[in-house]
């Protein structure tokens, strides 16, 4: 583990990634206790104050929105969000994703080309407009979200794992294994899955930035979780209205989202380098 860090700091860039993580991730399990606000509470003798830098935002660091709230607060709670949005959907498209590409690569008979042809037809679906309907059907719910963008992004797992359990599947030691008799499932997660983790892991950095992307285009729509819940994408939603008079209710949440999913990428392009044996050996 320590080679792996002192490999993975070498890039000053993936270095600054974490970082970037790290504060999202810390404002997300503590967002509610180290905001100086209530992100709820309104107050409209303070609504559309300026950032605290320009004299006129009081105590309020990056000002606030047109129902007074204060926007630093609400930026950081919305965090949560962001997080349990990301990493909970990616966990729901991983499992499905696995365990079908497992199978399919193992068994290319008849279930393998069932499941790819599914696999083709979603893909051939647009994402936007699937997850939209989805949305649309079932209502605005924190758990409903999660649910749907997992549930629509197991794909990208099923093409990568099936096509490295038809190369794993020819291996000594899985031709071994299967002359002791050892059973499909036992030879599935003993000997498969865990050579398979390494691109598992570089598809799941990489997705999770994708999800906080999607959760903010539908919360922005007004189809992600409840209004009543501070996200980014409603903070961009309730600002629009304001960009020429009180461009900070809407600039914020968007540079946060932002630096979120450059921050994720830059750890998951160092992931890939480290973990990918052609990039490594080049590294080397």
Known sequence: MGIFLRRF?????????LAIVAVVVLAAIAGPWIVPFDP???????????????????????GTEALGRDVF????????????????????SATVGIALGLVAG????????????????????????????VVAVLGPSLWNLILVLGLTNWVQYVRVVRAECLILK??????????LGAST???LVRHLLPNIMSSVIVISSLLVAKMILFESSLS????????????WG?????????????????????IAIFVTVVGINLVGDRLRDLLDPRLAQVEN
């Not at 290319?108 to 051939?124: C, E, K, N, Y």
């Not at 291996?171 to 002359?179: G, N, T």
């Not at 309730?238 to 008079?245: E, F, K, P």
């Open 9 to 17: 700091f070498r890039s000053r860039l993936a270095g600054l990634g």
């Open 40 to 62: 709820e509470a309104q107050s409209i003798l303070q609504r559309l104050k300026p950032p605290m830098w320009e004299g006129r935002g009081g105590l309020h660091l990056l």
């Open 220 to 231: 922005f729509l007004g189809l992600g979780v409840p209004p009543t819940t501070p996200t």
């Open 234 to 254: 409603t903070m961009i939603a309730d600002g629009r209205n304001y960009i020429g008079n009180a461009w900070w209710v809407a600039a914020f949440p968007g």
């Open 170 to 179: 020819q291996r000594e030691y899985v031709q071994a294994a299967r002359s």
């Open 106 to 133: 193992y068994d290319d008979r008849r279930s393998g080309r069932v499941i790819m042809a599914f696999t083709d037809i979603q893909l051939a679906i647009p994402f936007l407009v699937l997850a939209l309907a």
């Open 185 to 187: 499932p036992y030879i």
């Open 73 to 92: 607060s609400r930026l950081v709670v919305g965090a949560r969000v962001s997080v349990l949005v990301g990493v909970a959907s990616v966990a729901v």
